[in-house]
């Protein structure tokens, strides 16, 4: 039983280290998203018909890309859940994408839905002048 208990220990010890690398790379990949741009007011709703693309930052955003500006949203629930791999599926009435929306989260290998999450705010960046 102690051996048990202490390959448990080791296997917790080595998994910590990948678990906080991880989340330096989701963080290094929003800060070169932001590199060389400036943040706006928070808007409420983004046009759907202007969205070029859109990446998840693990466990933290979704980007959206309109034209030379993005737009940042941090959603208000299950943004633990975001995971690069996933694909976005939102189902929309109408033509704008708004903050309490919901995005249902597929697993791009089984393709299941696996969770979803509400949006929040929209926050743009614009380009500095140097960049």
Known sequence: MKRIASLLAAAVVLAAPAGAAARDTAETKFEKALAGRVAGAPVRCISLGG????????????????????????????????????????????????????VQLIDSSSRAIHSFVVLGDFVPYTRTKAS
């Open 51 to 102: 969205i070029t693309s859109s990446q998840i930052i693990d466990g933290k955003a979704i980007i959206y890309r309109v034209g030379s500006k993005i737009y940042v949203n941090q959603p208000r629930s299950g943004a633990d859940q975001l995971d690069d791999r996933d694909v976005l599926l939102t189902r929309n009435v109408g033509t704008q994408l708004c903050g309490a929306d919901t």
